[in-house]
């Protein structure tokens, strides 16, 4: 069956489409908070092959006076494909749960009928049941510092509390990745250096209101006090703290000069040793133990290694005064 309706108009080249959708196709592209998303427990789902909520170019042509046309238009085109797409991503990633927010790509698509098509993929943020953290040590009542977990609450009912350590620092998220992307056009886009700001802080805003959503079905506190608490680690090389662009700037400058820009991301910024040094000291006072889960092997932070190890795990500590 041909993808294409009767007379609908082919298009097979981005910059055959409106300035405007051209744009926001290009820069959305960058900005997708890929760590962010795993930072509340999310993920963008990766298809098993193809990509089942495919939009033709065709479909995205119009004259839109200005990008948040652009940006709804692609939106409304999804939503009128998306149901087939996603019963696939259900068979490739059981009880998933869909949020209305997608990671864009490019993508050409084979028809028997149509022949190629040039278009984009729109890949969905979810919530899914896995976690990379070892999750069964945690218990109702705990006091999570972090929203690693927050699919784990969502999908298995834990009754658990959440302290969202980077709630008041999406400003500097935001400023950070407008940044980075910005340079890295500028140094190594040699055609058309298309990454727009005020277009990804757009998308970027859209994607913190869908997680605004989510932390509703949740209890997330204010204050770090309680019996136990519990810390999901995260890698990080970074040393001393600051606002999110200066730390990317000086603590992965390394990357930046090699191109590697893929590598810079905001959240193992913000988990640099000054910033994890003093939350440490901000839960010892307040709780009675500390449960860390890791996504690698278990080690004791150097701050903590004064405490008792009450029990340990390949993936866990957890540690009592």
């Known amino acids: 069956m041909a993808l294409l309706k009767r007379g609908e108009k082919k298009i097979f080249h981005i910059d055959s489409l409106n300035q405007h959708m051209r744009e ?11 760590d962010v998303a795993k930072y509340y427990g999310l993920r963008y789902l990766s298809p098993k092959f193809g990509e089942p909520i495919f939009v033709p170019y065709g479909r995205l042509d119009g004259n839109f006076k200005k990008f948040e046309d652009a940006f709804e ?7 009128k494909v998306k149901e087939d ?8 990633y059981p009880n998933s749960q869909f949020l209305n927010h997608y990671r864009i790509v490019f993508y050409s698509y084979t028809d028997l009928e149509d022949g190629v098509l040039y278009g984009i993929g729109a890949e969905p ?3 899914t049941p896995n976690s990379s953290y070892p999750v069964d040590k945690v218990l109702d009542g705990d006091v999570v510092v972090g929203m690693q977990l927050l699919n784990v609450a969502l999908t298995k009912g834990l009754k658990i509390k959440f302290f969202d350590i980077i709630a008041n620092r999406r400003d500097e998220i935001i ?7 910005t340079e890295f056009h500028a140094k190594y886009d040699t055609k058309d250096k298309v990454f727009l700001t005020d277009i990804a802080t757009y998308y970027m805003v859209k994607f913190f209101k869908v997680v605004d959503e989510l932390k509703k079905k949740v209890e997330v506190i204010e204050n770090l006090k309680g019996k136990r608490v519990v810390i999901p680690m995260i890698e990080s090389r970074a040393k001393r703290d600051g ?17 590697n820009y ?3 991301e905001a959240i193992p910024s913000i988990y640099n040793k000054d910033f994890v040094g003093k939350l440490f000291k901000q839960v010892l006072n307040n709780f009675d133990e500390i449960l860390l889960l890791f996504e690698r092997k278990a080690t004791v932070p150097d701050e903590l290694v004064d ?13 009592t005064k």
């Open 73 to 79: 238009k692609i939106y409304d085109e999804i939503e």
């Open 125 to 127: 943020l979810a919530v």
């Open 24 to 34: 926001v196709i290009k820069t959305v592209m960058d900005v997708n908070l890929n």
């Open 243 to 259: 606002r999110v662009k200066e730390i990317m700037e000086i603590e992965f400058a390394d990357y930046i000069d090699q191109g």
């Open 307 to 319: 405490l008792i190890v009450k029990e340990r795990g390949d993936r866990y500590l957890l540690l």
């Open 85 to 92: 797409g996603l019963k696939k991503y259900l068979e490739w």
């Open 262 to 264: 893929y590598k810079v």
């Open 175 to 181: 400023e950070a990745y407008n940044w980075l992307y």
